[in-house]
């Protein structure tokens, strides 16, 4: 038998036109006994129901396990950085009462704060993507697939933005959106360079040492304000370098406000510093190089060297899971069939990594000293230039991590930059947008996932199978799902 709606249904002994076309050619209506698609539309069908039935399923499935695959994601991320950081807690020694006095928080306070941040964390991109994909079905049963096709995810994803509140109506996440904000811009770049209009117009962006010399400049402001402003840094980050800077809050503040004109108040604090580790030094008042500050009665050489083995050992807990939890979660399969190939490319990560942020760190106080040395003097301009080469050091990396590793510091750069900017009276405080975060991540997203809909070449693949795996891939009723 031909297929219901083909226009003819072919018995035993005739042929017939169904009735979609009997009607429209005014013929007579065959019976509706051996009329197939006549049944389906003059008689209740339970067949054609449960296929209506069927396909809101499938809606209402995909809307279901984007939400669940979101929050695995959110509290997977959050709960995995959140357990490193409580066994690190937990290596130290309790709390003494005058540290309690001082506002810090018990290692039971500690986790019962990161498991509510986990659940935060993995309600938010639930969210995200159960409202994503909930606007997105909306639209197109409303307005058409095909018709929606060109602008529904821009809709749906800047919709689904302000699902960040979740993590908490008064916690800002200016350094997250502003990220994002670099991410969409990047893929907008790569669809305008792809474009004939403004193929011209972003063909600098193809530059093959863009990401180092973005590196060089996110490193600037982010180590100078290591050193001289650290209120402008998000409070993790600033607990990141200060653990991974290597020296103590005395020697920063006696930098600071050498490079500043002010006067030596601390003397005192970092001699007593280098004599807890076995270090009897006098410190001059007039110094104008603070070679001595930093590192004591070592020579500058010697101290990198010392500094750099330091470093590396710091940064080996920072890169083990990053390469672990992948090879566990993401590579699983593989990992049963070739364990020694995968471990052995985690492992080699992981080294290559450990020796970038230790050569990073190394490198900037190398850099400073130098300049301090020529020069002869300390001031701001000195410690930004030379807290610019240290970003050279990104070469180290791969070459796919290496847009990732400055596109994150570039928006720390932003943030910081900004917030000096306000506090030194050369920008306004605006008070109106209080949630701009919120907006920031909102506008971005709308980008990305347009770009998910619509260009989705232009997505690395590891980045694409993860939103598929996420999202769903859509219905076949959309001119993308009828392309997979």
Same mark, same amino acid.
């Given at each position: 038998?031909?297929?219901? *709606? ?11 036109? *169904? ?5 429209e050619?005014d013929?007579?209506?065959? $019976? ?16 054609s129901?449960?296929?209506?039935? $069927?396909k ?6 995909r ?23 409580i ?5 130290k ?5 005058s ?9 039971g ?27 997105d ?39 997250l ?13 790569? *669809?305008?360079?792809?474009?004939k ?11 093959a040492?863009? $990401? ?19 209120d ?5 980050y ?15 503040q ?31 008042p007039?110094?104008k ?21 330091q470093?590396y ?15 566990l ?34 490198s ?8 301090f040395?020529?020069f002869?003097?300390c ?16 070469a ?12 994150? *510091?570039f ?22 947008f209080?949630?701009? $975060? ?36 859509p219905?076949?009723e ?7």
């Amino acid at each position: 038998m031909s297929p219901a *709606c083909d226009g003819v249904v072919e018995t035993s002994s005739t042929a017939t036109s *169904c009735s979609c076309r009997c009607e429209e050619e005014d013929v007579v209506k065959p $019976d509706e006994q051996n009329c197939l698609h006549c049944k389906i539309i003059d008689q209740p069908s339970y067949f054609s129901d449960f296929i209506r039935s $069927d396909k809101e399923f499938e809606k209402l499935w995909r809307i279901l396990l984007s939400s669940a695959k979101g929050f695995s994601i959110g509290a997977g991320l959050k709960g995995g950085l959140s357990i490193f950081s409580i066994l690190a807690r937990l290596k130290k020694t309790k709390l003494s009462p005058s540290q309690r006095k001082a506002g810090m928080v018990s290692n039971g306070e500690a986790i019962v704060k990161a498991v509510k941040e986990t659940l935060r964390y993995g309600l938010f991109l639930g969210a995200f993507a159960g409202t994503f994909a909930s606007v997105d079905e909306f639209i197109a049963a409303v307005g058409g697939h095909r018709r929606t096709a060109s602008w529904r995810a821009l809709v749906a994803g800047a919709i689904a933005g302000p699902t960040m509140l979740m993590t908490g109506p008064n916690t800002q996440h200016t350094s997250l959106a502003i990220y994002i904000l670099m991410r969409a811009a990047v893929l907008a770049s790569r *669809c305008g360079i792809k474009s004939k209009r403004f193929g011209g117009i972003c063909k600098p962006l193809t530059w093959a040492h863009g $990401d180092i010399f973005l590196m060089c400049l996110s490193s600037s402001q982010i180590l100078s304000a290591y050193i001289l402003k650290q209120d402008s840094l998000p409070h993790s980050y600033k607990s990141f370098l200060n653990t991974h800077g290597g020296k103590h809050a005395a020697i920063l503040q006696g930098i600071k406000e050498i490079a500043s004109g002010m006067p030596l108040t601390n003397l005192d604090g970092i001699e007593k510093h280098y004599k807890s580790m076995g270090v009897n030094i006098k410190l001059d008042p007039e110094m104008k190089v603070p070679c001595t500050i930093v590192h004591g009665n070592q020579s500058c050489q010697s101290h990198i060297l010392s500094f750099l083995r330091q470093a590396y050992a710091r940064a080996l807990p920072v890169y083990l899971p990053v390469y672990l939890f992948p090879a566990l979660i993401v590579h699983r399969q593989d990992l049963l069939k070739r364990p020694f190939t995968i471990l052995g490319k985690g492992l080699f990560g992981t080294a290559r990594s450990s020796l970038f942020l230790s050569v990073y760190c190394s490198s900037a106080w190398m850099w400073t000293c130098i300049l301090f040395r020529i020069f002869k003097t300390c001031n701001i301009p000195m410690v930004a230039m030379g807290t610019f080469p240290p970003g050279l050091a990104l070469a180290i990396e791969k070459k796919s991590r290496r847009i990732e590793i400055s596109l994150y *510091c570039f928006a720390r750069a932003i943030e910081s930059f900004f917030t000096c900017m306000i506090d030194a009276g050369i920008l306004p405080k605006s008070k109106k947008f209080d949630r701009a $975060d919120v907006v920031i991540f909102s506008l971005s997203t709308a980008i990305i996932m347009h770009c998910y809909a619509q260009e989705r070449e232009v997505f690395r693949s590891k980045y694409l199978n993860v939103l598929d795996w996420v999202f769903g891939v859509p219905t076949c009723e959309t001119p993308r799902g009828k392309q997979s």
